[in-house]
C-alpha cells in the first residue's frame, strides 16, 4: 500500500529511508537540509532507531562508518561546507567497500558562502570526494517525488554494490513542498552481507574492517578490484531522463532544479519555432554518457544549464567528445535561474547558428 502527502523535499528523504530500512541517523544540522535532522530526531526514537546528533560533521561519518561495518542501514546528511568535512571519512568508507548514504543539499560557495541553493558540489561529489582512487553513486533528484524514490534507491545500491551513494539535491528542491507518494515498505531487496563485523559467537573467522593496506602490491590489487565493481556499475546503473529529444536541434543538460527550469524554457522556445530538447542525468555517477553521445550526432550544439560557473559542462563535452559546441548558462552564489533566462540563452545560441528556426 502506498499514500500520498504533502511534504517538503527533505522531509521525504528522511521518510523514504525510514521506510527503506534506515534505523540509524548520524548528522548535524547545517542549513538548508536541516529538516532531515529534525524529522529523524522525532521519528527514529519511535520506530526503534538511533537519531544522533554528532558533535561535528567529522564526528557524523565516522560513526557512519562504524554502524556500515556491522551490515546495517544507515545515512547522514548535511550542506556544501558539512560535506567538506566529510570527504576523509567518505574515502574510508570506499576504501572498507562499506555501504552508506550521504545526503547533500547543496548552497551557495565557495566557503560558508550563502545558504541560498546551488549546484556547485558537482566536482566534488563526482570527481573528488576524498583523496585516494574511487567513486561514489551520486544520484540528482529534481522533484521532491525523486526526493523519496532516489533516497530509497540509493540505498539499494549502495548494498547491492557495497559503496557509498550520495543524494546530491540543491536548496529549492529541499525546501519546496509537493505532493508524494510513498509505500508502506520502499525497501526492495535483502542483500546478504557475509562481511559484517556483527560479533561471531566463535562460529566463524573474524571480519575485520580496515583502510590502512602498508603492502603497496595488495593495495594495488584492491583498487584494480574496486574500479573493475566501478565498471559493472558504469555498465548497469547509468539513469536519465529525455524530453523533447526527437527532432531537436539543441540539447540542453541539466539536473536537479535547472532541469525544470529549462523543461518551462524549452516549451517557450518550441513556441517560437526553435527545436531544442532536454537530456536530464538523474545518475551524475554513473553518468549517462550514451544519450549524449548520441545527440552529438544529432544536435548542432549543446546548451549545460547549471547553479555553477561551470562543472556539469565538462561531462557534456567529454559525453559528446566535443563534436558539437557546448555552450554555458548559469547563475551562482545561491542565484536561481529562471525560465526567461534559459530562453534568452537559447535564442542566443539559436542565433549563433546552433540551430534552424
Known sequence: MSEKVLMKGNEAIAEAAIRSGCRYYLGYPITPQTEVAAYMAKKMPKIGGVFMQAESEISAVNMVYGVAATGKRCMTSSSSPGISLKCEGLSYLAACDLPSVVVNVQRGGPGLGGIQPSQSDYFQATKGSGHGDFRMIVLAPSSVQEMADLTSLAFDLADKYRMTSMVLADGTIGQMMEPVELKDDMHETHYDKPWACTGTKMEREHNIINSLILKPEILEQL??????????????????????????DICIVAFGIAS???????????????????IRPITLWPFPEEPIRIAADKVKSFISVELSMGQLIYDVKLASQCKKPVYLCSRVGGMITSPDYVLKKIIEVNNLGGASV
Open 260 to 278: 525544470r527550469v529549462s523543461k518551462s524554457a524549452i516549451v517557450e522556445a518550441r513556441k517560437q519555432g526553435i527545436k531544442v530538447g532536454l
Open 223 to 248: 583498487n584494480l578490484d574496486r574500479y573493475e565493481k566501478y565498471k559493472v556499475v558504469e555498465e548497469n546503473e547509468p539513469r536519465y531522463e529525455e524530453f523533447m529529444m526527437e527532432d531537436a
